[in-house]
């Protein structure tokens, strides 16, 4: 068993150029005891997969406001496919509609945390994902 921290990665994918609410989530992950890399504004799906597998990240999170939510997803998923990423739990938050919540699933997001959400529900489902990762 290694004391090593959890491992998450933040991205902003497309055009969007709001990260407040990114930024937000990496601090409440950092003061959670988390190791966070932030990628910074405006990465694409490609790039954004290729720091989450070199990273070696447990949960990779993108936050996204644009409306572009599913289309990005999507080439995240395939990108992080692509680059033996598969197993990378994809996470999903910013401007999501309620009814979009199932195709982001279908997409194999393991969770949606629409704009509000409280930042220690982020901060137990990462720890929860992680422990059932390492149990795996």
């Known amino acids: 068993m290694t004391n090593a921290p959890i491992k998450v990665v933040i991205a902003k994918p497309g055009l969007d150029g ?9 601090r409440a992950l950092i003061e959670a005891g988390m190791e966070v890399v932030y990628t910074g504004l405006r990465k694409s799906p490609q790039a954004i997969a290729q720091t989450a597998v070199s990273e070696d990240a447990t949960v990779l999170g993108l936050s ?6 599913l289309p990005l997803t999507a080439k995240v998923r395939a990108a992080l496919a692509e680059l033996g990423g598969a197993e990378v739990a994809l996470i999903v938050g910013g401007n999501i509609p309620s009814q979009d919540f199932a195709a982001l699933a279908d997409l194999g997001v393991a969770a949606v945390f629409p704009t509000s959400t409280p930042m220690d ?4 489902f990462v720890r929860r994902t ?3 990762r390492s149990s795996a």
């Not at 709001?18 to 990496?26: L, Y």
């Not at 996204?64 to 939510?69: E, K, T």
């Open 18 to 26: 709001h990260d407040v609410g990114a930024k937000i989530v990496c």
């Open 130 to 132: 992680a422990a059932q």
């Open 121 to 124: 529900e982020i901060v137990t």
């Open 64 to 69: 996204v406001l644009s409306g572009a939510h």
